[in-house]
């Protein structure tokens, strides 16, 4: 998360700061309610959340206080931890400190705006000159909320679309991200396109599927979550996504099952690619992309209660997905077709 507090009445002996904090988990809503934020372009900005990042804007030292506040009661609550190595103090303005060092000018200026004294020692480690008016992580930030103005995505009329935001920023974005670069292989671009597609929360969680970051007990006990990695299920390795959705032995009788599937309907890609959704381009696309959406939602969600799934839950699912796909919502209506 990132908090810019930009002083309202800049003095010659005064500076404007910022402070970047990155909880683990954002909460931009209660965060835009308790600051003022700052106005741009003739629109009211207090918070900007990008997928597991935060924007926070400050027009004061109180803003930056309640801010600290409702930080720390997020993280006591949700046991979220802010990332330490993402924490920053952004520096704008002419600072009387430029010959202090940047820990003592980190730590002045958030003692200054009231942040709390647990709160001090992640907020000294500065990564930049302070000194240094226009650096890129303002000047970018800034950049960024004006081009989005530009796009017509913030108004001054209507709330801000997360979603808008999140399309606009990496629609131009030309290099591959981590989950591509580690399995390279795959027809990313179609897999996209196919999880776009998804509605709801469906969409969210084969997004997590595919990016790893489903919370796995493997994936919990990386994050010090959990002190046990182990499949709740099997008790016979460590529960990554792969373990959950291919390997587990409580499930062989569905993975099976899955990949007789996948081959009646002409799908000859890996099984372990095609649960990603790189199932090829032939006449049954669409129905093996409706069977791979109803695979990972059933397991998880078995899972989710510490249970097998079966395979005729995986089947209703899919019945349903493909009824919803072929039918108008007049028909789904209908008796004739709720049966």
Not at 53 to 64: H, M
Request: glycine share 6%.
């Amino acid at each position: 998360m990132t908090c810019v507090l930009e002083k309202r009445k800049l003095q010659p002996s005064q500076g404007r700061a910022a402070i970047r904090l990155v909880p683990k988990i954002p909460e931009p809503i209660c965060l835009s309610r308790g600051v003022d934020g700052i106005e741009h372009y003739g629109k009211r900005i207090q918070v900007r959340a990008y997928v597991d990042d935060l924007v926070v804007f400050a027009s004061s030292r109180e803003d930056v206080r309640r801010a600290c506040e409702i930080i720390l009661e997020f993280c006591t609550w949700t046991n979220a931890r802010i990332n330490k190595g993402k924490t920053k103090l952004l520096g704008l303005g002419i600072w009387t400190l430029h010959k202090t060092t940047r820990t003592v000018v980190t730590q002045r200026a958030a003692g200054s705006a009231g942040v709390p004294e647990k709160l001090l020692p992640q907020i000294t480690q500065p990564r930049f000159n302070t000194t240094h008016s226009s650096h890129p992580y303002f000047t970018t930030s800034l950049s960024t909320i004006t081009n989005l103005l530009k796009a017509g995505i913030f108004t001054s009329s209507t709330v801000s679309n997360h979603r808008a935001t999140y399309n606009h920023l990496i629609a131009n974005i030309g290099q591959p991200g981590r989950t591509e670069i580690a399995k390279p292989d795959l027809d990313w671009a179609s897999i996209w396109r196919w999880v776009a597609k998804i509605k709801g929360k469906n969409a969210e969680l084969v997004w997590d599927f595919n990016h790893n970051q489903l919370p796995t007990k493997m994936r919990l006990t990386s994050l010090n979550l959990s002190n046990d990695d182990q499949c709740p299920l099997c008790n016979d390795g460590q529960e990554t996504d792969d373990h959950l959705m291919l390997l587990c032995i409580e499930k062989m009788d569905i993975s099976l099952w899955l990949r007789i599937q996948l081959t009646k309907l002409g799908c000859l890609k890996p099984l372990k690619s095609a649960i990603n959704g790189d199932v090829g381009n032939g006449p049954n696309k669409r129905k093996i992309l409706a069977l791979i959406q109803s695979y990972i939602i059933t397991v998880w969600t078995s899972r989710s209660h510490n249970l097998t799934p079966a395979i005729n839950e995986i089947q209703s699912l899919w019945s349903s997905l493909l009824l919803s796909k072929t039918l108008s919502r007049r028909q789904l209506l209908n008796p004739k077709y709720s049966s």
